[in-house]
């Protein structure tokens, strides 16, 4: 596997791969209201497009959640400018935290997500 890194301004961290093969990435979170449904099911419709197993979570805090679930994600209650930490393992991880990463910087727009 080779490093990663997202170009989207200072917000965004590189995506490192560590010895077990996990990627990571961590991006702020710039959504006005922070982690509320819309986003919340953008985030989970674009990690279910990816086979990795990828969990997320907000800096600092303990618990990771799945990704792929609404209601964990949701549950999270992540607020406006929280660091939101993501690890994924699998055979397209790298992509999958590059994109969700990208998605969140992108202060998740609408089309093409």
């Given at each position: 596997?080779?490093?990663?890194r ?31 449904a ?16 990828i969990?997320?979570?907000?800096a600092?805090r ?52």
């Open positions: 596997m080779t490093k990663s997202s170009v989207i301004n200072d917000r965004v961290a590189p995506n490192p791969v560590n010895a077990e093969g996990v990627i990571k990435g961590s991006v702020q979170l710039i959504h006005a209201v922070g982690m509320h819309r986003p919340a099911v953008k985030l989970v419709k674009l990690a279910k497009r990816f086979q990795c197993q969990a997320m979570r907000v600092g303990v618990d990771w959640v799945d990704a792929k679930s609404l209601t964990k994600v949701m549950a999270t209650r992540a607020a406006r400018d929280s660091i939101i930490e993501f690890e994924a393992s699998g055979a397209d991880a790298s992509a999958a935290v590059a994109a969700l990463v990208t998605l969140i910087a992108q202060d998740f727009p609408d089309g093409g997500h």
